[in-house]
Every structure is written in C-alpha cells, then in structure tokens.
C-alpha cells in the first residue's frame, strides 16, 4: 500500500487559493488519488479524485505531474466554511482495496 | 437508504461492559469498511469486508474487538469489556460495486464514550 505523506496544518485567508500537496512516492500503476474532506463531528467525504494530470469540479482542482509520487489538492478562493481537515488516499480501484487514511492536513481558513 | 447509517449515534458506557454498533451500508455496496477515529487524530484503520471473501482484520487493536457482516448488508462492530481508551467515533464507510478509484461514503459515526 501506497504510503501518503502531507503537511499536518496549514493556515490561510478567505479568498486566498490554498494548494495542499500529498507526497507518494511508492505508488503503484493502478493507484488511484483522491482526496476527502472531514468537517468535526462528521464523517469524511469525496473531494476530488485523479490518476494523472489534471482534474478539476465544482470544488476543487487536482494537480497530478507525470511521475504520480505526489499530488497537490487545490481550492480556489477558501471560505471559513473550508476550515477542515484533508485527507490524500492512494489506493487500487479494483478488487481488494484496503483504504488506509494518513494523519490529514488540518487547514484553517482565517477572516 | 440514502447513506451509510449508523447507530447508535451516541453512546455511554461503564468500563467493562460490552457494545455493539451497527452500520447499515448503501445498498448494492459490496466493500465495508469500519474506522476508528480518537478527538483530534487521524482514521484508524480497524477492518474491511469484500464482498463474500474472509475480512481484512488487520487493523483490530486487540482480541476484544470484532466484526461481523452477513452477505452485503449490515455490519456489526462489538467491543467487549470496554475500556476508556476505547472512547472515540467509531466510522463505517461502503464502495460500490466495481467502483472506479476509492470512492467510499461514510456514515456520520457512532460517538462511544467509556466512562
């Protein structure tokens, strides 16, 4: 299993665009990245997920460079209601998918 | 239903006595997964179904943690002689069939303080 490393904390202001890389170096051709979002007292919930280059939605962006060993999460024009913690997951789709979160990075969005 | 649900959303328990959560996964969700969550870290890993195959049990802390998941549907996590550090928020999740990616959905957890 593909192991995540992230910053633990970040702070940034409303308005501000907030990139959060996740590093990976070990993954494996069929991992796939994606990223969850857990406010406090709730379960975590999809974000974003990519397997290479570039994947935007309605939420965020997911930067993928061509060697896949690291990801950055970004969020344009952070709000206080995106004060949460973020956490990258690399893992294989199909079959057998034993999940396993890192720490997370805990962002907090300042006024 | 629409989600993953979880119950009881909130429990209180002396120490030594035994609990029993429940997680009812979307449905049509083959994977299962329970997670532990302490105030203030990261998800703990605790064990994962797929489908009809043995259970992932690695995650399980020790022998008074075990669960249980009959086919696709509901799942059960027992705590037996409970002790305080098992206080946490004790998380289910399911992934679709064939689901591209890690695409998993949780519950809202069930809060267990062990007094």
């Known amino acids: 299993l593909a192991k995540t490393t992230q910053p633990i904390s970040m702070d940034s202001y409303e308005g501000q665009e907030v990139n959060i890389t996740c590093s990976h170096n070990n993954i494996a051709t069929n991992d796939y990245i994606t990223w969850y979002q857990q406010f406090p007292s709730q379960g975590p919930r999809f974000i974003i997920q990519?397997?290479?280059t570039k994947v935007t939605n309605e939420v965020a962006s997911l930067f993928i460079p061509a060697d896949r060993k690291s990801s950055t999460l970004s969020l344009p024009r952070v709000s206080l209601s995106d004060t949460a913690v973020y956490y990258c997951?690399?893992?294989?789709?199909?079959?057998?998918?034993?999940?396993?979160f890192g720490a997370g990075t805990r962002l907090a969005v300042h006024p | 239903g629409a989600g993953v649900s979880q119950s009881p959303s909130n429990k209180v328990t002396e120490k030594g006595k035994d609990v029993e959560l429940r997680c009812d996964p979307i449905?049509?969700?083959?994977?299962l997964y329970w997670y532990r969550q302490r105030l203030g870290q990261g998800l703990e890993f605790l064990i994962y179904?797929?489908?009809?195959?043995?259970?992932?049990k690695s995650g399980l802390p020790s022998d008074r943690f075990s669960a249980e998941r009959t086919g696709e549907s509901v799942s059960t996590l027992t705590i037996q002689r409970t002790q305080q550090e098992d206080s946490a928020v004790y998380l289910c999740?399911?992934?679709?069939?064939?689901?591209?990616?890690?695409?998993?959905?949780f519950g809202e957890g069930s809060w267990l303080t062990v007094v």
């Open positions: 179904f797929q489908g009809n195959s043995a259970p992932d």
């Open positions: 999740a399911s992934r679709p069939t064939g689901s591209s990616g890690n695409t998993i959905y």
């Open positions: 449905s049509g969700h083959t994977a």
């Open positions: 990519g397997y290479k």
């Open positions: 997951l690399v893992g294989f789709s199909g079959g057998y998918n034993k999940l396993i």
